[in-house]
Structure formats: structure tokens, C-alpha cells
């Protein structure tokens, strides 16, 4: 099972960008599926991204498509998320997740906030 370090969380204003990290421990890095999945207060938690194994392909959320990418660097174990036009409603703690697809996922990061203002 990877061990899951999120880092890059925080304030930004609407129209902003922040960058989402992810380190993640563990030899199986390289042959597992990677990606984010967020949640506001009282809402229920909502896939944000994913990406393959090598990084040759990537999801989204329609949400957040065309503002987000998704990449991954496997020689660092780390996964990243580009944040860019942020809205208020993109509020929520994101998660980053390994070894799955979706919503369901075995690798859980503990979560970081992000907190766009408008």
C-alpha cells in the first residue's frame, strides 16, 4: 500500500492557481493508477482527477476540466495537481489517492485545504 504526503494547500482568489503535491513511499508507485478526489463541507466527497500509471493518460471531472491537469513524476513518486482559474465552489479538502480508479482507491493521502475567496 503507498503512503500518501499531500502538500501545497491554501488561500487563493478567485481567477488564481495553486499547485497540489503529492509524495508518495512505496516501490509499486510507478505501476499504479494516481488521483485526486475532494471534498467540501456537507458535501459528499467528488472525484476531481486521475491519471495512468505512466502518466499516458488522464481524467477529469467535468467540473474542473479545462482549468486542472493532472501529471505525474514517477522518477520522484510524486503526483501533482495544476490548479488554475479557480472558483469558491473548487473549496474543499483534496485527497490524493493511489492503486484504484473513481471513487474508490486503496492509497489515501491525510488531505490538504484549499480555499479559494471570491
Known amino acids: 500500500q503507498l503512503q500518501l504526503v499531500e502538500s501545497g494547500g491554501g488561500l487563493a482568489q478567485a481567477g488564481g492557481s495553486l499547485r497540489l503535491s503529492c509524495a508518495a513511499s512505496?516501490?509499486?508507485?510507478?505501476?499504479?493508477?494516481m488521483g485526486w478526489i475532494r471534498q467540501a463541507p456537507g458535501k459528499e466527497r467528488e472525484f476531481v482527477a486521475a491519471?495512468?500509471?505512466?502518466?499516458?493518460?488522464?481524467y477529469y471531472a467535468d467540473s474542473v476540466k479545462g482549468r486542472f491537469t493532472i501529471s505525474r513524476d514517477n522518477a520522484k513518486n510524486t503526483v501533482y495537481l495544476q490548479m488554475n482559474s479557480l472558483k469558491p465552489e473548487d473549496t474543499a479538502v483534496y485527497y490524493c489517492?493511489?492503486?484504484?480508479?473513481?471513487?474508490?482507491?486503496?492509497?489515501w493521502g491525510q488531505g490538504t485545504q484549499v480555499t479559494v475567496s471570491s
Open positions: 489517492t493511489g492503486d484504484g480508479w473513481g471513487l474508490t482507491w486503496s492509497s
Open positions: 512505496g516501490r509499486t508507485f510507478s505501476t499504479k493508477g
Open positions: 491519471i495512468n500509471y505512466n502518466g499516458g493518460s488522464t
